[in-house]
Structures are given as C-alpha cells and as structure tokens.
C-alpha cells in the first residue's frame, strides 16, 4: 500500500523524465494485476476453508461412515488444569487388538468409556481380558444409526441380554448392547474385537 502511494506521488511529480515516468506507470500496473491476482486467490482460498469446515461440522453433526472407536480412560483421582482429564486410545476396523499395553494410560488407575463412530451396523466388542477371553466380562456395542454413540459407563446395562437404547438428540446416537459382567470391567477393558465373534451368547 505504501509503495503503491510512493509510485502515485512520483507519477504525478511534473519534473519527472518520460522515459523514467513510463517505467514507474509499468510497475504501478503490475502491482495492481499482482493484486487482483491475490485477491482472487486469497478468495478462492476463503471459499475452499469454508467448504472444509462446513463438510467437518456435517461430518461432526450427522454422523460419519468410517468406523472408528475411541476408548477414553479416566482417572477420578487424578484433578488436572482440565478437571478429571482423560485420553483415548483410538481402534480401527478390521484391526482386532489383543492387547495394547502400548496405550500410554494402560497402567494407570481409571474407567474407560466408549465413542463408537461409524455407519448401522457397526459392531464392536470390549473384553474384560486380553485376548479376547470372555472370563471377565465383556461388552458388545452394535450401532443402529449413523451418528456418534457415545457409552460414558460400560457397566450400565442390564446383564445377559440385549438392551436397545434409544438416541439421545445431541448426546448420542441408538444402538444396541450385551454385557457379560465382572467385578471392575469398565476399569480392566483388555481387548477389542471388531464384528461377530459368537454364535451363541452367552457363549458356551
């Protein structure tokens, strides 16, 4: 802007050469199609973010069709800057873990609860045991719908049969469940299994 001012000054200066007048009055013009051009840029790109965002918050707001699962862990007696702050370890389909001591609050004392993303029909199940053994408990979480499900307390359903729950408008989507329980499930959440593993529940 004050180049683009110092060059209007110049230009307008009477004792100024032709052929010097001419060169200043080339830059003046690529400086103002240098400019347009950034405008146009810097719209395009405005447009572009805002189209990003719009599509997270769709994605954020209906639902999303990539099955995920994000298993928090919360320590009651841990009080940080955030309050009783948690961390998640995040499960992908088709990639059954049968253990993941990698998860860095693995050892720590807590609960775990469950976000499930992902379209109907996504299924996943929490063992109380690594390996998939179903001595100590486990929990099979089915989606009914698109959007998130969220299940902040692993232990709050009725045991040995099917419960449905209903969507909750901006808290969670429905979806269906089946808990084995155990003494302390929601705290020793051991594996994760993707899909139908049974034939039978309980199983035999």
């Known amino acids: 802007m004050i180049f683009n001012t110092c060059l209007w000054v110049i230009l307008n200066t009477p004792s100024l050469p032709s052929e ?3 060169v200043f009055r080339q830059q003046l013009a690529f400086l103002r199609r240098y400019n347009y051009i950034k405008g ?4 395009s790109l405005k447009k572009i973010l805002a189209v990003f965002l ?6 954020s707001a209906f639902g999303s069709t990539r099955a995920e699962l994000d298993l ?3 320590d009651p007696f841990f009080y940080g800057a955030c ?20 998860f860095s609050l693995y050892l720590q004392t807590g609960y775990y609860s469950a976000v499930l993303h992902g379209p109907a029909g996504t299924m996943v199940t929490l063992f109380g045991r690594q390996n998939f053994k179903t001595q100590r408990g486990y929990l099979i979480i089915v989606k009914k719908d698109n959007s998130v499900v969220q299940v902040p307390d692993l232990e709050a359903f009725a ?3 099917w419960i449905d729950e209903e ?3 901006g808290t969670s989507g429905a979806f269906s ?3 084995s329980p155990y003494k302390y499930f929601k705290n020793n959440v051991g594996s994760v299994k993707w899909g139908k593993w049974w034939t039978k529940l309980p199983p035999g």
């Open 83 to 102: 309050g009783h702050c948690g961390d998640f370890y995040r499960f992908r389909p088709n990639k059954d873990r049968s253990k993941f001591t990698d």
């Open 20 to 22: 010097l007048a001419l």
């Open 159 to 161: 045991p040995g049969r």
């Open 72 to 74: 928090w862990k919360y």
């Open 40 to 43: 146009m840029v810097m719209n």
């Open 167 to 169: 969507a909750k408008e």
């Open 54 to 59: 719009l599509s997270a918050f769709a994605s």
């Open 177 to 179: 469940v089946f808990y």
